[in-house]
């Protein structure tokens, strides 16, 4: 897939304020899907999601110029595929392993993207970037509470793998879609969710696996009459999410995908802080640590370290 039009030069501070509101967006709305997964399914909750951000994205359409024919199809196309995989993979692992593990999986993304970064698009990576993302994954990890001893089963390999995806779709929004509008890669990203949805809901109505009430049944529940607290908070993370994933979007087309993924690990704190906030509860001695090896990682970037921010 060809460049259409000629990338900008990196941003990396502007990058860096858009994904840190991301991540306290995502943070935040994302501490509320409990609750969504009491009363539905996580299937019905892709479809019920794409359906009303598509509405919001058609009511915004004109006084806002919005613009959604894409430069490249095949290229959108393939972003999106990608990644909504990433996503579906991450919710999959779910099923049968624990969030912690999860979520280390999907944070191996800027490793790959590195990688990707290098080898396959010949991207200059100096030392300095490339600690910054071995010290934003030691303090992921640390945040997570991952053991040492954490026995390395086939299964995880599965999280990996959704890291690996999540790469290589932060790596395709510069380098296979950077003409597109942000809007484009919005809609193409909910649609092939949706999509997604809509095959996992018939899966499960031929399937017909047994669902635990409330949210461990989260996974294997199909199509239920919707509850007032299941579509409220469903338009919340329609609309929250269309937010964050613009800011997410914008960062990646703005700045190179292995300045930009380090910031990413501001996830974590973010979400720890709402969850916080929310909910109450405490920091580990180890998770503080964690946080501060993925500030230091942050500004190690943001300083420019292997070139100048812009």
Do not use: K
Request: aromatic share 12%; glycine share 12%; hydrophobic share 60%.
């Amino acid at each position: 897939m060809t460049d259409i039009v000629p990338r900008p030069g990196n941003r990396t501070l502007f990058a860096a304020g858009l994904i840190l509101s991301y991540s306290a967006l995502i943070g935040l709305i994302d501490n509320f899907v409990q609750v969504i997964a009491r009363d539905g399914g996580l299937w019905q909750f892709h479809v019920l999601r794409t359906v009303m951000a598509c509405g919001i994205l058609a009511v915004l359409a004109r006084p806002m110029g919005l613009r959604f024919a894409p430069r490249n199809r095949r290229a959108v196309a393939a972003r999106s595929l990608v990644h909504a995989t990433a996503m579906m993979i991450y919710f999959g692992g779910l099923a049968f392993l624990p969030v912690a593990e999860v979520a280390a999986g999907i944070f191996t993304a800027p490793i790959f993207v590195l990688l990707l970064s290098r080898f396959a698009y010949g991207r200059a990576i100096g030392p300095v970037r490339v600690g910054a993302v071995v010290a934003g994954f030691c303090g992921a990890v640390l945040v997570l509470g991952i053991s040492p001893a954490l026995d390395l089963s086939p299964g995880l390999t599965l999280p990996v793998i959704g890291g690996a995806f999540y790469g290589l779709s932060n790596v395709a929004t510069r380098e296979w879609c950077p003409g597109e509008r942000a809007e484009t890669l919005l809609l193409g990203f909910f649609l092939a969710l949706g999509l997604f949805g809509l095959a996992g809901i018939a899966i499960i109505a031929v399937w017909q696996p047994p669902a635990p009430a409330g949210a461990p049944g989260f996974l294997l529940r199909g199509l239920v009459w919707p509850t007032g607290p299941f579509l409220f908070w469903t338009l919340v993370q329609a609309a929250g999410s269309l937010v964050a994933v613009g800011l997410l979007v914008r960062a990646y087309q703005v700045a190179e995908a292995s300045r930009v993924s380090v910031f990413e690990y501001a996830f974590l704190p973010m979400s720890a802080f709402w969850t916080w906030w929310l909910w109450g509860g405490t920091v580990a001695p180890a998770a503080a640590l964690g946080m501060a090896l993925i500030a230091a990682a942050g500004v190690a970037i943001a300083l420019g370290g292997d070139g100048r921010a812009r």
